[in-house]
């Protein structure tokens, strides 16, 4: 990418656990402690729209309500304009990648990762599970995962002078 990234877009399966809780990590560390806040867009959509309209699984905003974080997002599904809109479409895992990649137009200049690409302590190819079904812990592992990736992912957009 020539150009230092001005939009991400949080990508996981349906929308209520994992990418929202990334957008609103994100969104806060941005909006608290980070020089490009206000010119950095941020949103989150699922590779399936079942959920479509649905607020964050209730796990999800406990776990952001323990670290005072706020969020009025409703679930989404990933259109093939968000490929144009986003310069970032970050997955959380292999599938949710897998499927950004099938469904992105020609022509499109967004780049696809996974979001723990940017936490430098992550192995290579590592991800954010999928915390749904599971006890509230893995909701809170999936919080401490994204903070750690929105670390490396806000250099991005603040790069040191």
């Known amino acids: 990418m020539a150009h230092a990234p001005r939009s991400v ?3 996981c399966l349906g929308n209520i656990c994992r990418s929202p809780m990334a957008e609103a990590v994100f969104r806060h ?6 020089p490009a806040a206000g010119r950095v867009r941020c949103d989150s959509a699922g590779t399936a729209g ?12 406990a776990v952001l309500r323990e670290y005072g974080i706020a969020t009025s997002h409703r679930a989404r599904q990933v259109t093939r304009d968000d490929f144009h809109a986003f310069d970032l479409l970050l997955a ?8 950004l990649r099938a469904i992105a137009p020609a022509g499109s200049s967004a780049k696809l990762a996974l979001l723990r690409s940017f936490d430098p302590s992550a192995p290579a190819g ?5 915390p749904w ?9 999936v919080y401490t995962l994204c903070t750690a990736a929105t670390a490396g992912l806000l250099r991005t957009f603040d790069p040191p002078r």
């Open 50 to 61: 079942h959920h479509a309209g649905e607020a964050p699984h209730r796990s999800t905003l």
């Open 133 to 141: 079904g599971y006890p509230m812990d893995s909701f809170r592992e």
């Open 29 to 34: 560390a941005l909006d608290t402690s980070s």
């Open 92 to 99: 959380m895992d292999q599938s949710n990648l897998a499927d």
């Open 9 to 11: 877009l949080f990508v």
């Open 126 to 130: 590592a991800e954010v599970p999928d």
